[in-house]
Structures are given as structure tokens and as C-alpha cells.
């Protein structure tokens, strides 16, 4: 009489191994991190009590500061990511196009979109706009691009995986009318399109809002200018106002990105 | 028969809510054109610089390397040390910030944390953190930390959100506690997604480790700040060459992470 002895496992061997191989590598790579990374143990002490000071210095924040210097950078920063955004389009259509198998169904088309899309988004936004800053000067120009190129990849991207995902029988119908490529593209994949083009549109936007505030550190025109100088000033009441205001502005885009999001889908 | 088209919806109809979207958009793309001196002479101008820069950028300039890859070690020392250490924590905070798993007097202030962690751009966390830990590599780790937990924490919290109750009543009905719960129960049905979002994470920790040092806070991004002041800009080149050879290695490694977790 033999029971049911057999052991039961939920991954096989080599899954195991591989996975305590990952394991393995992780710890390895952190403990020679922590061990070779340059950290100075008096800093970190001394860390709450720079922190508190940095705080008192904030506290009263000086509001009269802020019509004088903080709303039009404020609008000028929310014109960067919206402008930045729009001229993206531009650049991430025919990219997202070349991506999707479904309409351009070449190897090397999709190769070379992918080296464009992967590029861009490797780059750091504030990467992207110290080389706009010594190309167009200091100033909103070098922001715009800078937000532009940065976002191609995302939207190019996202856009592109739209695009493939969508009901092939609509485009089959209008191909059997003997419609053209353009009126295709118009009415059989842009309807089916539209909502994801939106919402990624619109969580981009969201996104380079909170970038384009920081873009000024560097040059590129908005809010961080504001926040760089009084830096440099150390005018910590000044710093919290412009904090403060980045933080009501990002918090507002998002509100309004999900609600729009959520009517959409 | 003329009349039977008539009848019909035209399937293709004008949709009014889209164009009027579209044409409030090139009102305000002019507007904003006027409004923020955007010329097409400036424009062009900085086309012949762009040039000038292009030119200035090619050939890299590799010579001082030793320098490259030190700011390089120290990049990817911040992004592992970051990641790990964030994902840790995050994956407390997830737990605690799950609704279904913590009464709400817990998980409410948690997401609070967490969305605060969210609100800033790494960069504005780094000033502050440079300020109070100083310049150096310490201030980029914890910059990155805060930036993982706000970005991880949340989407671990919504992978717990959306388990299926059934498993952890089974193991409840056995008598386990509230760890054995967690590890039985809950883990085996988020760690795939767990592993998705942490290996995302030590990618864009990647790409943002290579960016604190613009503000002081360690890594590549000092040195590329640097070369930029200096107008270097064959040396500029060869740092971004390098930076977005080590991003592409990143999204291969995590790749390979997926797959053996898959």
C-alpha cells in the first residue's frame, strides 16, 4: 500500500538556480557598493540638523514674492510642457507609425525607429536641455526642445504599442473598398487610436509638467530660473514659495489629467 | 434609389468635438508662439550653432577616461544602492498602503507619504538632500530612494489591491499567521508583477543616477555638467555616448531578469 509520498515543487531546478543566481548577483553588487561608494559618516550625522535648519530658514515663506516673480514663471513653465508636448507629436507619429508592424512592415524601418525612440529616452531631459542651451542660448526655446525630444520616445512608444493593438477587421474593410493608404490611416486605425492617443498625450503632459519646472536650473527658461537664483541667494523663503507653488501646479495636473483619463476610457 | 443613401449614417462622420479640440490647440500654439518671443529668426539661427556644436562634438573625445569611468562607478554604485534599498522599503510601504490588506487608518497616511514622495522631480529632491547631507554620492542615493518609493510603493500597493481574496482566507483557514498570510498568500500572486516593477525602477534609477550630479548630488552627471561649462564638447559626447550605452546594458540585464522570473 504506497501512499502519495511525492514531493511537489513549484519551480524546477534550473528556474531555482537562476533565480539564487539573481539573488546572489544583487547582494554582491550592493555590498560592493556600500563598500566602495564615497560616503562621509559625519555628513549623514549631521543630516537632521541641516535639515531642521534648512526648514527654519524656509519658515515664514515670503507670498509677497510671489506676484513679483513666481506666477509668470509658473505660466511660463505650464507653456513649456504644453508646447513641448504639442511640437512631440510632430516627431513621435511617424516614429510610432514606423514602430507598429501593422503598417509599416519593415525590419529596417522598425530598427531604425526604435535607435530614435530609444535615444530619446535615454537621454535625460536635462540632459537634452543643457545641449539646447548651448545651442539656442539661455531661455524658453532651449526648454520646448528640450521637453520635445525627451518625450518623442515615450510617446512614440506607447503610441506605437496602440497602434498594434488594434481590431484588424475595420482596417480589412476598408482596404476591400479600395480605399487609399491615407484614408486608411484617417479612418480605420485614427478612430480606433483616438482615446489612447489622449490619455498618453495627456499622462505625458502631466509628466513634463513636473520636468519643465526643474529645466530652469540649467537655463531653460520656467520656473527652476526662479528657484535657481534664490538659491544661489540663499533666500530659502523664496526657494519654499517657488517649491510650494511646483507642488499646488503638479498636484492640480494630475488631477486633471485623471479625471480627463478616466472620461476617456 | 437615390433616397436610400440619404437614409443611411454616414459611418464616417464629422466628429465637432475633435476638430473644435484641434483648433483650440493651434489658437493657443500661436498665442504661445507671440507670447514667449519664439522667432523663427532665433530659431534658425540656433540651426547654425547646432551645427557648430555638432561639429564641435565629433570626434569623442575619450582621452580622459579615468575620469569617465570613475563618475561612471559612482553612477552605478548610487543606482544599485538606491534601488535595492528602495525597493525594501517600498515593499513595506506597498503592504501598508494597501487597502484591502490594512484598516484605513494605516494605509491612508502611508499613500499620503507615498504621493508626497511622487509630487517633486528627483532634481528638486536632490537640492534639498545636497543641502543637507552635503555634495556627494550619498545625497544621489537618497534622492533615488525617495524617488523609488514614490513611484514603486504605489504600484506595489495597486498589485495588492487587485489579488484575489480566496488565497489568503484559504491560508487563513488553515491558521497561519499574519507573516505566513503575507508570504503564502499574497506574495506568490504579486511577485511576478514585483519583479516587473523593481527591474523598471533600477532602469530609470539608472538613467536619473546619470542625472543628480547636474545639482551636485555624485555620479556622470557632474562630470557632464562640468565638461558642458567648459565647453568640452567632444568629451560631452563621448559621457553621453556612454551614458546611453549603459542604459541599453541596463534594459538588456533587466530583460534577462524578466525572463527568469517570468
Known amino acids: 500500500m504506497n501512499t502519495i509520498d511525492h514531493h511537489w515543487e513549484r519551480f524546477t531546478l534550473k528556474q531555482k538556480l537562476s533565480r539564487y543566481a539573481v539573488y546572489l548577483v544583487l547582494v554582491m553588487a550592493f555590498v560592493q557598493s556600500v563598500q566602495s561608494v564615497e560616503v562621509i559618516p559625519e555628513f549623514l550625522l549631521d543630516a537632521p540638523e541641516q535639515m531642521g535648519d534648512m526648514f527654519s530658514r524656509m519658515w515664514p515663506m515670503d507670498f509677497a514674492y510671489y506676484p513679483v516673480a513666481v506666477h509668470d514663471a509658473m505660466i511660463e513653465t505650464l507653456n513649456i510642457a504644453t508646447l513641448g508636448t504639442l511640437i512631440t507629436l510632430i516627431f513621435a507619429i511617424p516614429l510610432a507609425l514606423m514602430n507598429a508592424r501593422n503598417i509599416v512592415d519593415s525590419a529596417l524601418c522598425q530598427w531604425i525607429s526604435r535607435f530614435f525612440l530609444v535615444s530619446s529616452r535615454s537621454v535625460n531631459s536635462l540632459v537634452w536641455a543643457l545641449l539646447f542651451v548651448s545651442i539656442f542660448g539661455p531661455g524658453v526655446i532651449a526648454g520646448v526642445l528640450a521637453i520635445a525630444f525627451r518625450s518623442i520616445g515615450f510617446i512614440g512608444k506607447l503610441l506605437g504599442e496602440a497602434i498594434e493593438e488594434v481590431n484588424m477587421g475595420s482596417i480589412e474593410a476598408l482596404k476591400a473598398t479600395g480605399a487609399s493608404w491615407f484614408s486608411i490611416l484617417l479612418k480605420g486605425y485614427w478612430p480606433q487610436v483616438l482615446p489612447a492617443f489622449f490619455s498618453i498625450v495627456l499622462f505625458r503632459w502631466d509628466i513634463n509638467v513636473r520636468e519643465s519646472a526643474v529645466l530652469g536650473l540649467v537655463g531653460a527658461g520656467g520656473i527652476g530660473v526662479v528657484l535657481d537664483d534664490s538659491m544661489n541667494l540663499f533666500q530659502w523663503d523664496r526657494v519654499a514659495v517657488a517649491l510650494l507653488a511646483i507642488f499646488v501646479i503638479v498636484i492640480l495636473a494630475e488631477i486633471v489629467v485623471v479625471n480627463i483619463r478616466k472620461r476617456l476610457m | 434609389m437615390a433616397g436610400i443613401n440619404k437614409d443611411r ?214 562630470t557632464l555638467f562640468s565638461a558642458f561649462q567648459r565647453f568640452d564638447y567632444d568629451f560631452v559626447a563621448a559621457i553621453l555616448i556612454i551614458i546611453i550605452a549603459l542604459i541599453m546594458f541596463g534594459e538588456f540585464l533587466s530583460n534577462i531578469v524578466r525572463r527568469i522570473f517570468r
Open chain 2, 9 to 222: 449614417e454616414n459611418p464616417f462622420k464629422h466628429n465637432w468635438f475633435v476638430s473644435s479640440i484641434w483648433l483650440l490647440v493651434v489658437c493657443y500654439v500661436l498665442y504661445t508662439f507671440n507670447a514667449m518671443d519664439l522667432s523663427w529668426g532665433r530659431i534658425n539661427e540656433g540651426f547654425g550653432h547646432a551645427g557648430n556644436l555638432l561639429g564641435r562634438m565629433i570626434p569623442p573625445n575619450f582621452s580622459r577616461w579615468s575620469l569617465l569611468l570613475s563618475g561612471l562607478v559612482e553612477s552605478l554604485e548610487i543606482a544599485v544602492i538606491s534601488s535595492i534599498c528602495g525597493i525594501f522599503i517600498s515593499l513595506f510601504l506597498g503592504l501598508f498602503a494597501a487597502r484591502n490588506m490594512m484598516p484605513s487608518w494605516i494605509s491612508s497616511p502611508v499613500r499620503g507619504v507615498i504621493a508626497l514622495c511622487r509630487t517633486f522631480h528627483p532634481v528638486i529632491i536632490a537640492i534639498l538632500f545636497v543641502k543637507s547631507v552635503g555634495f556627494g554620492a550619498l545625497a544621489g542615493i537618497l534622492t533615488l530612494i525617495v524617488a523609488s518609493i514614490g513611484f514603486i510603493a504605489k504600484l506595489f500597493a495597486e498589485a495588492i489591491e487587485e489579488i484575489s481574496l480566496k488565497q489568503v482566507e484559504a491560508i487563513r483557514a488553515t491558521g497561519a499567521g499574519f507573516t505566513s498570510i503575507i508570504l503564502f498568500s499574497v506574495m506568490p500572486q504579486v511577485f511576478a508583477r514585483f519583479i516587473g516593477f523593481s527591474t523598471y525602477q533600477l532602469d530609470s534609477n539608472l538613467r536619473n543616477s546619470t542625472m543628480v550630479g547636474i545639482v551636485g548630488a555624485g555620479g556622470l552627471g557632474g
